[in-house]
């Protein structure tokens, strides 16, 4: 630990300067989110739904990103899923047993069909979750399984994961992606046009994949066959709409029904439209600047990664762009991520502004007048002002920051290409966790993790991860955790800036949509009809 307690020393030293300070800012507010919208009081023919940008390819491999999980949510199930609440229950498993530390034993549930005609076996669950240890596959997930020794079939319809290492968290990731299943004939027959346009898609839920005209919509169509509650719409479109304002004038005009992530900066006119309903629920997202490579350029010295976190005015963005919903925060997993701990999140530092210290560290690092590259994306205006935003306080403090426009395909491939981030020193991301625990978010910044962008490395930080993984009594976990949140706070593998609760709008049509994030792996659009 000795690595970890000097940056908290030096962290403290430099948060002791003089200049303008900002006191924490509360995180959302618990009194003003909901977990769901309305329920349906009928079924309707069909809605639409308008997304930011289009899934590139819905193979649950390598459904990393809003715009393919929205979808897949509701056309292929997991092992286990995610609620509303944000609490994991039996999915396509029907029960779990944890035998030993080393041990998990799922039931597989019997009867269900997938929508190429199929049924669903336990050779396809060993199928389905062994396609993330294929090198040729290159999975997103691939550290969830990082520590998996075996997947095999035990039963008729029983299927056992052995790890060389205890991995306390791994049921809960099996209500991802991570923990899809699909047709293991279908996957086969289509080779590597699975997922696509032309491949399709042969899973297990309440819709099933219909027409994709690229560049313009996808549709589902409800599966009849389908195991569980029967869907409430008969059909669903999605829509893409890269550019915020447009897709809040489609849900003003009426041309989409519905949609996630509402820009803030759009609330205002949605409200005064009188079209619909504003809600906002329980979110594991929080804004943050990446740190692409902590191995060269000026974000190596960690004194610059602290100047530009004590520059940076989170409290005036919040203000200004993330709104109500919104609280700046000094600490990289979310508040609601702890909402299933024996605890709650521990107090953080605080979040300050003190221009006179960042200076001061800039200079101590010999990187006055380098320059720091951001990538900028339109997919959320509150980016393009984090950017502007970071650029003015670079001046402020001696360094040169450039903001880089990139497309949206191009600021998605920023998560899963290293090639996409050659050039880039900082990304603003509104990073979401799919399991509700904060050793989620802490567990990223392990040596050699997928998501580990900057390359992050220190033994004494590996070592409380291996310990917090190890460890399934939640009281113990949480306060391994709490460790890796202060270690983090200390060392910036990514810079924090705000804690953001979940919104979505549905317009009089329409109601039963959960409001929390749950819908990036909660079959959600099952639930919504008439209002």
Known sequence: MKKVLATLAVLSLAACGGGAQQRSAPSPSAARLSTDTPKAKGEIDSFTWVIYAEPPILDYAYAFDYPQNQVLANVCESLMQWTPELKVRPGLAEKFEQRDPRTLVYTIREGVKFHG?????????????????????????????????????TGPMEVTVRFKQPYSLFNEQMATSAGTVVSAAGVRSRGREYGTADGGLDCTGPFKLGAWAKGQSITLDRFDGYWGERARSGK???????????????????????????????????????????????????????????AKGPLADLRVRQAISLALDREGLVKATLGEFSGATSVLAPAESWRNAASARPSAPPVERDVEAARKLVAEAGATGRKVVVAQSSIAPEFLVLANSLQAAGKEIGLDVEVRPVAPDAYTALFSDPKAREGIDLFPTSWYLSVTDPLSMYGLFQTGQFENYGGFSDPAYDELVVAANNEFDPAKRAAITARLQEAAAAQLPWIPVADIANTVFLNKRVTGAPTSIAYLYYPWAADIGAA
């Open 117 to 153: 005609g199929g049924e669903l076996t336990a050779d396809d669950v060993v199928y389905s979750l062994k396609r993330h240890l294929d090198p040729d596959v290159g999975s997103y997930w691939i550290s969830t399984f990082r520590d998996v020794e075996s997947i095999d079939k």
């Open 236 to 294: 669903v479109t999605f829509t893409f709409v890269p550019d915020s304002a447009a897709r809040a004038n489609a849900l003003v005009t009426g041309e989409a029904d519905g949609s996630y992530m509402i820009p803030t900066t759009a609330l205002a006119k949605l409200r005064a439209s009188g079209t619909g309903t504003v809600y906002a629920g329980p979110n594991l997202t929080t804004m943050n600047l990446i740190v692409s490579d902590l």
